[in-house]
C-alpha cells in the first residue's frame, strides 16, 4: 500500500510548513491449522519517505519538493558496481586476444 501523508504543521512566523512523507507498507499474515495444532505468523514492513514540504501562507499554498540526493548516489554507484567489472572483464579478453 502506498499513500501520502501530512505530518503535524510547524508555525514560522506568518506560514505554516507542513511535511509530507510517502508511505510504503506490507503486511504479510499467514495461519497453518493442523488436526493437532493452530499456528500463526504475521510479519510487517513500513517505509517513510519524505517528498515535499507544504507552505501555507496567507499568499496561498505552495508546495516544495524534496529531492532524495543520497538515494540517487547510491543507485549510481550501485550502477558502476555492476558495469566497472563488466568492462574491465572485456577489456582482459580482447587484451589476452592480441597477445
Given at each position: 500500500?502506498?499513500?501520502?501523508?501530512?505530518?503535524?504543521?510547524?508555525?514560522?512566523?506568518?506560514?505554516?510548513?507542513?511535511?509530507?512523507?510517502?508511505?510504503?507498507?506490507?503486511?504479510?499474515?499467514?495461519?497453518?491449522?493442523?488436526?493437532?495444532r493452530v499456528a500463526a505468523q504475521g510479519q510487517g514492513f513500513v517505509h517513510l519517505r519524505p517528498v515535499a514540504i507544504v507552505e501555507r501562507s496567507a499568499a496561498g499554498?505552495?508546495?516544495?519538493?524534496?529531492?532524495?540526493?543520497?538515494?540517487?548516489?547510491?543507485?549510481?554507484?550501485?550502477?558502476?558496481?555492476?558495469?566497472?567489472?563488466?568492462?574491465?572483464?572485456?577489456?582482459?579478453?580482447?587484451?589476452?586476444?592480441?597477445?
Amino acid at each position: 500500500m502506498l499513500e501520502e501523508v501530512e505530518g503535524a504543521p510547524i508555525r514560522v512566523g506568518e506560514r505554516k510548513l507542513v511535511p509530507v512523507v510517502r508511505v510504503t507498507r506490507r503486511v504479510r499474515r499467514r495461519a497453518l491449522v493442523g488436526s493437532d495444532r493452530v499456528a500463526a505468523q504475521g510479519q510487517g514492513f513500513v517505509h517513510l519517505r519524505p517528498v515535499a514540504i507544504v507552505e501555507r501562507s496567507a499568499a496561498g499554498e505552495r508546495r516544495i519538493p524534496i529531492h532524495d540526493r543520497t538515494t540517487q548516489m547510491l543507485s549510481g554507484l550501485l550502477l558502476a558496481a555492476f558495469i566497472i567489472p563488466l568492462l574491465l572483464g572485456v577489456a582482459v579478453r580482447l587484451a589476452r586476444g592480441r597477445t
